[in-house]
């Protein structure tokens, strides 16, 4: 455990679709009801009137203020290379200088994982940092599924990278002691998947995590695996496909129930039952998908975030430094070092049956 001081959180203030306005909303929420200490970062007379909008007049929040702003819609490798005085940039150079332990940022994900790869670096053993995206299931648990889009193109042993770092990360953010980890596929059995998926099966065979095989895409709501590994494709259309599901189910509740007098009545009737479904089923509880892989801790936030979801973001940055989840992830991955070296001899050379041209992808 991280015992150095009082954890203090850079937050891209210029990030998101409602940017500064609802980020500053939910920093301010965050150090009134946490106590947290903050670094707004972005153009300091903007924030400086959302802080006074607020009502804000404490010392838990210090500005940071820079010039430049990562567009929702720009080109990661032209925020890397044009924008050095952008706002997650300079967020995550605070993290480096030891200003701050932690970002959070609601704006351009493929920005923000790119700038925190290049200002951070990667953990040694790492080929390509993930986004890990925590899911409800019917266990009334949790399942961190891995990687969510930031790598379209994966090799196999990218895949057992996501799945050492998910698990360590589910031990720290939900307190599970030996994490189970299931590998996405079309069928559960062990012939089923593409070349990507049956070779990075193997590898999660051959060590001994808490591996139980492959997982059909009914299951991630089920709680069948803590973590679920695929590639950033697939975790991307899994992502936004539950997201449009939940929004699609709970406005034909809504017109079903509002549909006659008996139905109505029994809307009153389930208010409580709705409403803690819905609660549970927000984005906004947890608040923000770690990036995994690169040297510090970084939270992508949804560009559409409220202020409890900034607010509960900035709360998982403060408890992801405090359980010092960067040490256990330098752990885990040198636990699995020969084991990953052995995967990316594999995607050079290749097995005679390996479809190479798969592999062969960036």
Do not use: W
């Not at 001081?5 to 965050?30: C, F, L, S, T």
């Not at 591996?211 to 590994?229: H, K, L, P, T, Y």
């Not at 139905?263 to 479904?277: C, E, N, P, Q």
């Not at 084991?339 to 479809?355: S, Y």
Request: proline residues 3%; neutral net charge; glycine residues 12%.
């Amino acid at each position: 455990m991280r015992d150095e001081g009082p954890v203090k959180i850079a937050v891209d203030a210029m990030g998101g679709d409602r940017a500064p306005e609802i980020i500053v909303q939910g920093a301010v929420q965050a150090a009134l009801e946490q106590g947290v200490s903050l670094v707004m970062v972005g153009d300091e007379a903007a924030i400086s009137r959302e802080l006074k909008a607020a009502g804000y007049s404490g010392t838990l929040i210090e500005i940071q203020h820079c010039t430049e702003v990562v567009d929702m819609d720009e080109s990661p490798s032209e925020a890397v290379r044009r924008k050095k005085d952008s706002s997650i940039r300079v967020a995550f150079e605070l993290v480096k200088s030891g200003r701050a332990q932690a970002v959070v940022s609601a704006g351009n994900s493929g920005a923000t994982l790119a700038v925190g790869t290049v200002v951070l670096g990667r953990l040694e053993g790492v080929d390509r940092p993930a986004i890990a995206a925590v899911f409800p299931t019917v266990k009334k648990g949790r399942t961190v599924v891995i990687d969510v889009g930031a790598n379209v193109d994966c090799k196999p042993h990218f895949l057992f990278q996501f799945g050492v770092m998910a698990q360590a990360y589910a031990r720290v953010a939900l307190q599970i002691n030996n994490p189970s980890i299931g590998l996405l596929s079309i069928g559960e059995e062990d012939t089923k998947g593409n070349d990507l998926v049956r070779q990075a099966r193997q590898l999660f065979k051959d060590s001994n995590l808490n591996f139980i095989g492959n997982i059909e895409g009914r299951d991630v709501f089920s709680g069948a695996a803590d973590v679920v590994v695929c590639d950033g494709f697939v975790g991307n259309v899994v992502l936004k496909l539950s997201e449009g599901i939940i929004e699609a189910v709970g406005v034909m509740i809504k017109e079903e129930l509002m549909a006659g007098l008996v139905s109505r009545l029994g809307v009153v009737l389930t208010h409580g039952a709705f409403r803690r479904f819905k609660k549970k089923m927000d984005y906004a509880e947890f608040g923000g998908a770690p990036l995994l892989g690169i040297n510090g801790v970084g939270l992508i936030s949804h560009g559409r975030s409220s202020p409890q979801a900034i607010k509960n973001a900035i709360r998982s940055a403060a408890e992801l430094v405090q359980g010092d989840v960067i040490g256990r992830l330098r752990v885990c991955l040198l636990d699995y070092e020969g084991l990953t070296a052995l995967g990316r001899r594999q995607a050079k050379t290749g097995p005679p049956e390996i479809n190479k041209t798969a592999l062969d992808q960036p």
